[in-house]
């Protein structure tokens, strides 16, 4: 077995280098990382652009207006106002390049075609000039920005139809064991409902990793190698379960067969310690423990960094923050913990110290608290490293 700390090294060398793929811009880049800087293809507004409802005025010493027109959003109506004119206009629509201003409807009074301003008129209010939102050249979003709906928004109205990011990676997602069944089977006796293949899809999904193939595997030989053989068509493989020592547990065999590389086999922590992590060619596989929350602790600590990795993400790993303790945590195991928690903004504290099979803690957890090996007792109040679990 090695230590937490030489596993997540040896995971860090083997990660993949990110791939810049050209992509439509469409909701499903949401999430996604860009690969290049955007500059700016044209000025934003394009036009001297009114910001409110009300009058575009061409300035002189009275208080009193003529309208003359009207000019909507969308509208290619052109005026070329003489000192005293005006005309109606709504947010979003041209200003004449003769305008001095806009004066909002609320601040003014109109008998017809004749206009009164009450207020002082300042040149240039209520006008978003060309270009003042975002100018022609310069730079809108950043190579590592992490797309979101404002961000695609921003790119759309700049009239961009693709983008370079970096390409989602595609995931299989291995489900071992003769026991398990889908949520569809009737529950014999024996058999359990299988949930792992549910909780790793939807730990991808926040990621916006969303191609995803599950796969099933009987426990023989046979069936393990012909699953694991599929699965090694992707860029990931995720394989819940038979990574063991059991009669019944063939993972790790066949993927020797299959060529695999081991990069570490077993970690001294817990929950996980079963963790498997190979390579063959350019796919990542991790064969996690059959317990759920076993599952998606290793998920957390292990995978996610490769999968930050293809996704172009830095630092490729979860936000850690050292916390104090809010009570003392027992390391009896001689091994490193990764205890679930509830993690605030000054402390944190444990929800369910030691068991590694349940997800009823994990669901009410925001965080993981390591604990190393070295670290017999963390006494209240210690500073403890502390990985923040992303929100939904």
């Not at 797309?147 to 693709?162: C, F, H, I, K």
């Not at 038979?242 to 019944?248: C, P, R």
């Not at 104090?324 to 001689?334: G, H, I, R, S, W």
């Not at 994990?362 to 006494?379: D, G, R, S």
């Given at each position: 077995?090695?230590?937490?700390?030489?596993?997540?090294?040896?995971?860090?060398?083997?990660?993949?280098?990110?791939?810049?793929?050209?992509?439509?811009?469409?909701?499903?880049?949401?999430?996604?990382?860009?690969?290049?800087?955007?500059?700016?293809?044209?000025?934003?507004?394009?036009f001297?652009?009114?910001?409110?409802?009300?009058?575009?005025?061409?300035?002189h010493?009275?208080?009193?207006?003529r309208?003359?027109?009207?000019?909507?959003?969308?509208?290619?109506?052109?005026?070329?106002?003489?000192?005293?004119?005006?005309?109606?206009?709504?947010?979003?629509?041209?200003?004449?390049?003769?305008?001095?201003?806009?004066?909002?409807?609320?601040?003014?009074?109109?008998?017809?075609?004749?206009?009164?301003?009450a207020?002082?008129?300042?040149?240039?209010?209520?006008?978003?000039?060309?270009?003042?939102?975002?100018?022609?050249?310069?730079?809108?979003?950043?190579?590592?920005t992490?797309?979101?709906?404002?961000?695609?928004?921003l790119?759309?109205?700049?009239?961009?139809?693709?983008?370079?990011?970096y390409?989602?990676?595609?995931?299989?997602?291995?489900?071992t064991?003769?026991?398990?069944?889908?949520i569809?089977?009737?529950l014999?006796?024996?058999?359990?409902?299988?949930?792992?293949?549910?909780?790793?899809?939807?730990?991808?999904?926040?990621?916006?990793?969303?191609?995803?193939?599950?796969?099933?595997?009987?426990?023989?030989?046979?069936?393990?190698?012909?699953?694991?053989?599929e699965?090694?068509?992707?860029?990931?493989?995720?394989?819940?379960?038979?990574?063991?020592v059991?009669?019944y547990?063939?993972?790790?065999?066949?993927?020797?067969?299959?060529?695999?590389?081991?990069?570490?086999?077993?970690?001294?922590?817990?929950?996980?310690?079963?963790?498997?992590?190979?390579?063959?060619?350019?796919?990542h596989i991790?064969?996690?423990p059959?317990?759920?929350?076993?599952?998606?602790?290793c998920?957390?600590?292990?995978?996610?960094?490769?999968?930050?990795?293809?996704?172009?993400?830095?630092?490729?790993?979860?936000?850690?923050?050292?916390?104090?303790l809010?009570?003392?945590?027992?390391?009896?195991?001689?091994?490193?913990?990764?205890?679930?928690?509830?993690?605030t903004?000054?402390?944190?504290?444990?929800?369910?110290?030691?068991?590694?099979?349940?997800?009823?803690s994990?669901?009410?957890?925001?965080?993981?608290?390591?604990i190393?090996?070295t670290?017999?007792?963390?006494?209240?109040?210690?500073n403890?490293?502390?990985?923040?679990?992303?929100?939904?």
């Amino acid at each position: 077995m090695i230590s937490v700390e030489e596993a997540l090294d040896i995971v860090n060398k083997n990660a993949p280098r990110p791939r810049p793929s050209q992509e439509v811009i469409s909701p499903a880049l949401g999430g996604a990382v860009l690969a290049e800087t955007i500059l700016a293809p044209i000025d934003l507004p394009m036009f001297a652009q009114s910001s409110m409802d009300g009058y575009a005025l061409c300035m002189h010493t009275k208080t009193h207006y003529r309208i003359v027109g009207e000019i909507q959003a969308g509208s290619n109506a052109s005026y070329t106002l003489q000192a005293g004119e005006a005309v109606r206009i709504f947010t979003g629509a041209p200003v004449p390049s003769s305008a001095d201003a806009v004066v909002i409807q609320e601040k003014v009074q109109h008998d017809g075609d004749t206009l009164t301003v009450a207020s002082v008129i300042k040149p240039g209010q209520n006008i978003r000039t060309v270009g003042s939102q975002v100018p022609k050249g310069s730079v809108v979003l950043k190579q590592g920005t992490v797309l979101n709906a404002a961000a695609l928004g921003l790119l759309q109205s700049l009239g961009l139809v693709q983008v370079q990011v970096y390409k989602k990676p595609r995931v299989a997602i291995l489900v071992t064991g003769d026991e398990l069944i889908s949520i569809d089977e009737p529950l014999a006796q024996g058999k359990i409902y299988e949930s792992n293949s549910l909780v790793l899809k939807t730990a991808l999904h926040q990621m916006g990793i969303t191609e995803i193939t599950v796969l099933w595997a009987k426990d023989t030989q046979e069936d393990t190698e012909r699953a694991l053989a599929e699965g090694l068509k992707h860029d990931v493989l995720l394989i819940s379960g038979g990574i063991s020592v059991g009669d019944y547990d063939f993972v790790g065999s066949s993927l020797a067969t299959l060529g695999v590389k081991t990069r570490f086999h077993k970690v001294r922590q817990k929950p996980g310690k079963p963790i498997f992590f190979g390579t063959k060619e350019d796919t990542h596989i991790f064969a996690l423990p059959g317990n759920p929350a076993s599952t998606l602790s290793c998920f957390y600590v292990y995978v996610l960094p490769i999968l930050y990795t293809y996704l172009g993400k830095t630092p490729a790993h979860l936000p850690i923050r050292e916390l104090p303790l809010n009570q003392a945590v027992e390391n009896k195991f001689d091994r490193a913990l990764f205890l679930k928690a509830q993690a605030t903004d000054t402390t944190v504290s444990m929800i369910d110290e030691m068991n590694s099979a349940t997800l009823i803690s994990f669901a009410h957890a925001n965080a993981l608290v390591y604990i190393p090996e070295t670290m017999q007792k963390a006494e209240k109040n210690t500073n403890v490293k502390t990985w923040i679990l992303p929100e939904l």
